[in-house]
């Protein structure tokens, strides 16, 4: 059974940093292509950053240069690194791994970053 668990999340200030940890479990996640989702209240989710199984990465347009998608494949855990961050940046963040076994897209259950003064 594949599951996702994300962590990292919280309360942090305009300009400042977060980290969020994706662990996976029930499958190798390097060969699976992978992505930080998030979604604010009343707004479609939508894709912030990827990473291919061949680690190549593609952002959003609105955290280019501030956010870093990444793999530990010894940890089996996807991170993304969060800088500069905006109020706009306020969303319920969910890691999402897209099976090259069965085609299926599995979800975390998500994690809340609240960027606020």
């Known amino acids: 059974q594949v599951q996702l668990v994300e962590s990292g999340g919280g309360l942090v200030q305009p300009g400042g940093s977060l980290r969020l940890s994706c662990a996976a479990s029930?499958?190798?996640?390097?060969?699976?292509?992978m992505g930080w989702y998030r979604q604010a209240p009343g707004k479609q989710r939508e894709l912030v950053a990827g990473?291919?199984?061949?680690?190549?990465?593609n952002y959003a347009d609105s955290v280019k240069g501030r956010f870093t998608i990444s793999r530990d494949n010894a940890k089996n855990t996807v991170y993304l690194q969060m800088n500069s961050l905006k109020p706009k940046d306020t969303a319920v963040y969910y890691c999402?791994?897209?099976?090259?076994?069965?085609?299926?897209?599995?979800w975390g259950q998500g994690t809340q970053v609240s960027v606020s003064s």
């Open positions: 999402n791994l897209q099976s090259l076994l069965n085609s299926r897209n599995y």
């Open positions: 990473i291919a199984g061949g680690d190549s990465t």
């Open positions: 029930g499958i190798i996640s390097r060969i699976h292509p």
